[in-house]
């Protein structure tokens, strides 16, 4: 069993549409958790970092949920700048543990 | 740009050659760390390394693969030996000290490797 799952997609949704990904992580003693956001052919690049409060930037609302060990994004108004993957992150002492991602196309 | 600088960009190498891919860190950040991304695949954690000390290999296949980060230079990721299974991004990350402690890890644009 990976120890970051995601729901691989895609997720094609309209402009303005609500999206929601989840995540599930099995290492209990994971310490951090992120979104990271990797457009085609690039370096992955931080989005957020999620914690059990929820927590927003903009449009972006991220959760944790330590009991279901469950993390979730959600991207209100999507624009197409928003196309990209989406990787759901587990901090383990010194390492990241990456998520295969989940791809949104976001069309006019 | 002072960010985590990675090169070469592009690499093709034939079966049993080997493959040197370099990573400076961004300035003043002395902890290194190399992902490997294959085709239609997650980041996997390879090494991590600060300044002339492996810290953690857990993710280095057995053979043929070494990394280094010397007092001087930037970190080198080497295999040797490439065989097809190789061919894939190799991102660098360095960070001001150990991930996760508060300290956000910044990633180059990545080394992609292919082998013919």
């Known amino acids: 069993r990976k120890e970051v799952e995601q729901d691989p997609g895609p997720f094609n949704v309209p402009e303005g549409a609500t999206v929601a990904f989840n995540c599930t992580y099995s290492?209990?003693?994971?310490?951090?958790f992120f979104w990271y956001r990797q457009d085609c052919r690039k370096e992955p690049k931080l989005l957020m970092s999620?914690?059990?409060s929820g927590n927003e930037d903009g449009r972006f609302t991220a959760q944790l949920n330590r009991a279901s060990q469950y993390i979730s994004l959600l991207i209100r108004d999507s624009k197409l700048s928003d196309s990209a993957t989406y990787l759901c992150?587990?901090?383990?002492?010194?390492?990241?543990?990456f998520g295969t991602g989940t791809r949104l196309q976001v069309f006019p | 740009n002072a960010g985590v600088m990675q090169n070469p960009r592009h690499l093709v190498r034939r079966r049993g050659q080997e493959a040197r891919l370099r990573c400076s860190p961004m300035?003043?950040?002395?902890?290194v760390y190399w992902y490997r991304q294959l085709p239609e695949e997650g980041l996997k954690f390879m090494v991590y390394?600060?300044?002339?000390?492996?810290?953690?290999e857990s993710g280095m296949p057995k053979e043929r693969f070494s990394a280094e980060f010397p007092k001087e230079g930037p970190s080198i990721l080497r295999i040797q030996q490439v065989v097809r299974g190789d061919s894939a991004a190799y991102f660098c990350?360095?960070?001001?000290?150990?991930?996760?402690?508060?300290?956000?890890?910044?990633f180059g644009e990545g080394s992609w490797l292919t082998v013919v």
């Open positions: 990350a360095s960070s001001p000290a150990v991930a996760g402690s508060g300290n956000t890890i910044y």
């Open positions: 290492n209990s003693a994971s310490q951090s």
């Open positions: 999620v914690y059990s």
């Open positions: 992150v587990s901090q383990n002492t010194d390492k990241l543990i």
């Open positions: 300035k003043g950040h002395s902890h």
């Open positions: 390394l600060q300044k002339e000390n492996i810290i953690d």
